[in-house]
């Protein structure tokens, strides 16, 4: 336990796409919500010293290192935060547990099962604290259909529909970046975006039983290049590389509760820019959202009265949905990135109050379990129980 108004120093590793969604979260924490925790944006990491210097005065960070090694072992550290590709993960995480230092790790956990659970044991066996970004959790809506859903009123779940459509990369010049890449991605839309619907369905509905998927690559050759920010890149035209992951993944998947789920993740879904959405089907009801319209829950009951059954339209504003009163009154609606500020509110409870906090390492090894089971199921063409 620590004290109210503690100062927590981040040490923060990468500096792109999510280094803002972090350092955007870290800065407006105090101002919305009331964590016994003060975050101080202490050091920025990343390899190329003009963009991580640049990085650190517009984010507001008080320092910089070129190396992350450097970071982890600096003793004004007390949390590091990893937002580099999924390749680096591993290895950075368990440096920090062995340091003492609580994490926070963007998704997926990591390439293989085996790296994860290594992950998973070295947080335990050095009782840090740790999470794992799946920010969608965090949506008010998304928080009140889970809500929903504890306190009975779909009953029984037949169904969950999951679609995580985007088209980013459907220009078959669009570069081959770190994403397209296995030896750094460890899969394509199955670990980037599949990763989060996995998450969703097991944080609503319960733990996976078995799976069966089938990939597909379309664009199998691209320019070579990076990314640069959000999800743009530049390429060069003049050489052209291999791409080694999914451009799509699609799966089904029997629950533990004996419910049916079906499962979409695709970069090639054009006019789709980040369609996350789900539908559960339930014996007493249904619940859809979409995080496009990501206020909204749209939710069925059955036992509305004859002639005005339908989906209602619920916009999660109101002090009763979870994180909503911290910030407008009802009907002033929230975004992407106050997601990120409510799993780092949650995460520095865990770390002042002394719990651990969701998701964390071991949701990422169980999620990573079933990535692998859904690529070994597509390449043979068979079920597979999730362990
Ligand atoms: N939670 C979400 O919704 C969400 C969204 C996007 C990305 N992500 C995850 O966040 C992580 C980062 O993705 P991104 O979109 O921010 O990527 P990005 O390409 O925008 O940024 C990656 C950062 O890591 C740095 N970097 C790359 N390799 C490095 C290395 N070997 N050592 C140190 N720094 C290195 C880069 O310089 C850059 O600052 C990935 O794991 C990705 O899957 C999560």
């Known amino acids: 336990m620590v004290g109210v108004n503690q100062k927590v120093r981040i040490g923060m590793i990468g500096y792109q796409f999510m280094g803002k969604a972090h350092s955007h979260a870290y800065r407006d924490l105090s101002f919305y919500f009331e964590n016994p925790l003060k975050p101080e944006l202490t050091v920025i990491a990343g390899r190329n010293e ?19 090694k450097k970071v982890i072992e600096r003793d004004d550290i007390d949390v590091i935060d990893i937002v580099t590709p999924n390749h680096t993960h591993a290895e950075i995480a368990i440096a920090a547990a062995k340091a003492g230092k609580h994490i926070i790790t963007e998704k997926p956990l990591a390439l293989t099962v085996e790296e994860a659970k290594e992950m998973l044991q070295a947080v335990e066996e050095n009782g840090v604290k740790h999470m794992i970004c799946h920010n969608y959790r965090f949506v008010p809506a998304v928080q009140y259909a ?8 779909i009953g029984r779940v037949y169904h969950y529909r999951a679609n995580y459509l985007q088209d980013f990369i459907m220009d078959p010049n669009f570069p081959l970046v770190w994403r397209l890449k296995k030896e ?169 109050e002394d719990y651990q906090p969701a998701p964390n390492f071991d949701d990422g090894v169980k999620n990573q379990i079933i990535l692998e089971a859904i690529e070994k199921s597509s390449e043979n063409k068979s079920w597979v129980s999730i362990e």
Request: hydrophobic content about 40%.
């Open 50 to 68: 003009e963009a991580v210097k640049e990085a650190q005065e517009k984010m507001g960070w008080k320092s910089y290192e070129t190396d992350w």
């Open 184 to 352: 750094v991605s460890g899969s394509g839309a199955l670990g980037d975006i599949g990763a989060h619907s996995i998450d969703l369905a097991r944080f609503l509905i319960g733990e996976f039983a078995e799976v069966t998927g089938t990939m597909e690559t379309f664009i199998k050759q691209r320019p070579v290049g990076e990314m640069t920010g959000g999800l743009n890149a530049k390429g060069d035209a003049n050489e052209m590389g291999e791409v080694t992951v999914d451009d799509a993944a699609l799966f089904i998947a029997r629950f533990e509760n004996g419910a049916l789920g079906t499962f979409e993740a695709t970069r090639f879904a054009g006019g789709n820019r980040n369609k996350n959405k789900f539908e559960i089907n339930g014996e007493k009801g249904s619940i859809r959202w979409d995080m496009e319209n990501m206020n909204n829950l749209e939710v069925y009951f059955a036992d509305d009265e004859e002639g005005t059954q339908g989906f209602r339209l619920i916009n999660c504003t109101e002090a009763v949905h979870p994180y909503a009163g911290a910030y407008w009154p009802p009907g002033h609606i929230i975004g992407y990135e106050h997601t990120f500020i409510h799993l780092i509110d949650e995460f520095f409870r865990g770390i002042a």
């Open 146 to 153: 889970k809500k929903l859903i504890e306190d009975n009123k």
